[in-house]
């Protein structure tokens, strides 16, 4: 075929629209981890998926309990950033579940679905922790802690509880949760009942109950809309962080990783599933 037949061509056949997707699985983490959620670990994939030729919008799949507050805020900005930059709409879909710092995630959509049976919202914060003084009694262990600063520790778990640092901690919640609220209130304006406040208790609702209040925009999942919004032709191209280079000393046999490394896995182990156990999962 000659170059003018391949251009004549080209003009009578477009190239199909593209939209990135980028899926966001698992418990949001402070630090990077193979099977969590956090800025360094996606804002490659996030980057790349702003940059692919063709775009016509990005998605973000949703399936997180939530976790670490700032990291979900991170990855928001991150997104609405970029969103903005390039002048391409975003549009979120949740699966199982999207709930606490998992929704404050999806804001980042200027459109957010979900299936009927979603689990979406849980608008609130939560802190969570071990009582270990008696514990360590039983066995004759003896804690030690000396500070510099009255309020340097917080609710340590090997101490009997503190009144004043449950209000300390009440406190920083607090905040935590009126920053929360104003993200959801003006990525959800005209869409939210704004002064019911209900909706900012830490419930969890399905997909339906959420679509009735405002929480997302409409029940699909991410083929079937973007194929109703860009038509039959549209390509979903998946783009996904390099999970390969986080913690290369998970590969070592167990008995030659540093002990500290191992509880310390161990212990975000057990906190992704107490979080995703929250929601029966």
Do not use: C
């Not at 802190?127 to 917080?154: D, M, Q, W, Y």
Request: hydrophobic share 45%.
């Amino acid at each position: 075929m000659r170059v003018r037949e391949l251009a004549l061509f080209a003009r009578h056949w477009p190239r199909p629209p593209v939209v990135a997707v980028l899926r966001f699985e698992g418990v949001i983490m402070p630090r990077p981890r193979r099977d969590g959620i956090s800025l360094a670990s996606h804002a490659g994939a996030i980057e790349k998926a702003f940059r692919l030729p063709g775009l016509v919008a990005v998605a973000l799949v949703v399936n997180s309990p939530g976790g670490a507050p700032a990291q979900s805020a991170l990855l928001f900005r991150r997104i609405r950033q970029l969103a903005e930059e390039k002048g391409v709409p975003v549009f979120a879909f949740a699966e199982d579940v999207a709930a606490s710092g998992g929704y404050w995630l999806a804001l980042a959509g200027d459109e957010i679905y979900g299936e009927e049976t979603s689990l979406v919202g849980s608008i609130g914060v939560i802190s969570a922790g071990f009582g270990l003084n008696r514990l360590i009694e039983r066995f004759g262990i003896e804690r030690r802690l000396h500070t510099a600063g009255a309020r340097k520790s917080l609710l340590d778990p090997f101490l009997p509880e503190n009144p004043s640092d449950v209000d300390r901690l009440r406190a920083l919640q607090q905040d935590i949760h009126q920053s929360f609220k104003e993200q959801v209130r003006r990525r959800r304006a005209g869409k939210i009942d704004a002064a019911d406040e209900t909706l900012f208790e830490g419930e969890v609702l399905t997909g339906r109950m959420a679509l009735a209040r405002g929480l997302i925009d409409g029940i699909g999942e991410v083929r079937g809309v973007m194929r109703a919004r860009y038509g039959d032709r549209v390509r979903l191209r998946p783009v996904g962080p390099d999970r390969r280079r986080w913690l290369p000393w998970r590969r070592l046999p167990f008995f030659a990783r540093d002990p500290l490394a191992v509880a310390a896995e161990i212990a975000e182990w057990l906190e992704a599933r107490l979080l995703w156990a929250r929601f029966g999962l």
